[in-house]
């Protein structure tokens, strides 16, 4: 059964802070890594990761992938209160595209 | 682009009553659909897999008979709860993909389910 584990499952932090959400992942067939942000509503995507080392950036976002060591990391520079929200990692592992999530972390940044 | 849309956003119902909700790629065709399910606090739960023209797989532990799912067309599918009871409330999201879309899914606004 595929497994996505993320931490810290909450982080508190105040504006203008880095920091950093892990996601390990086991998964019998990757595909792919994807991370998507949650306030009140659904999922917004960030990022898909197939490929080793390679950084994806966007804005104060960036995000790497290991499959040699099955995780990923959320970066997020000069936090701002607009970043609080749950970050959640999923994995797909077949080819008609099932994502399996992580319980997600929850993001608080205080002004 | 890439935009999910879902109907109604809240719902409340008595217990016994059937609920249906809607979801739409408003500007791609969607080859396969997902729905899942959030409780407070939790992460997302998958519920079922639509593909457009043939039935719903359903994950474990989800009864068909009672989360009835249709794929009608590319662009829409629906889930009805039927017979809905208070332990059915919950916050319901669809996703879909496109047929270019690799493993990208993207997410209606969700509907929030309440039966009384």
């Known amino acids: 059964e595929d497994k996505v584990v993320q931490s810290p499952l909450s982080l508190v932090v105040h504006e203008g802070d880095t920091v950093t959400l892990n996601c390990s992942y086991e998964?019998?067939?990757?595909?792919?890594l994807l991370w998507y942000k949650q306030e009140k509503k659904a999922p917004t995507f960030l990022f898909m990761l197939t490929s080793s080392g390679i950084e994806k950036k966007s804005g104060r976002l960036s995000s790497i992938l290991d499959k040699k060591e099955l995780f990923s990391i959320l970066n997020i520079t000069a936090t701002q209160t607009g970043d609080s929200a749950v970050y959640l990692c999923?994995?797909?592992?077949?080819?008609?595209?099932?994502?399996?999530f992580g319980q997600g972390t929850i993001l608080t940044v205080h002004p | 682009g890439a935009v999910v849309s879902q109907h109604p956003s809240w719902v409340i119902c008595k217990s016994g009553t059937s609920v249906k909700i809607e979801c739409r790629s408003l500007d791609f065709q969607a080859t396969t659909m997902f729905w899942y399910r959030q409780f407070p606090k939790q992460s997302l739960m998958l519920m079922a897999t639509s593909n457009e023209g043939s039935k719903a797989t359903y994950e474990q532990g989800v009864e068909k008979d009672k989360f009835l799912i249709n794929h009608a067309s590319l662009t829409l599918s629906t889930l009805t709860v039927t017979s809905a009871h208070p332990e059915d409330s919950s916050f319901y999201i669809c996703?879909?993909?496109?047929?270019?879309?690799?493993?990208?899914?993207?997410f209606g606004p969700g509907t929030r389910l309440l039966v009384l």
């Open positions: 998964v019998t067939n990757f595909r792919s």
């Open positions: 996703s879909a993909r496109g047929q270019g879309a690799k493993e990208t899914q993207y």
């Open positions: 999923a994995v797909v592992g077949t080819s008609y595209g099932k994502l399996t």
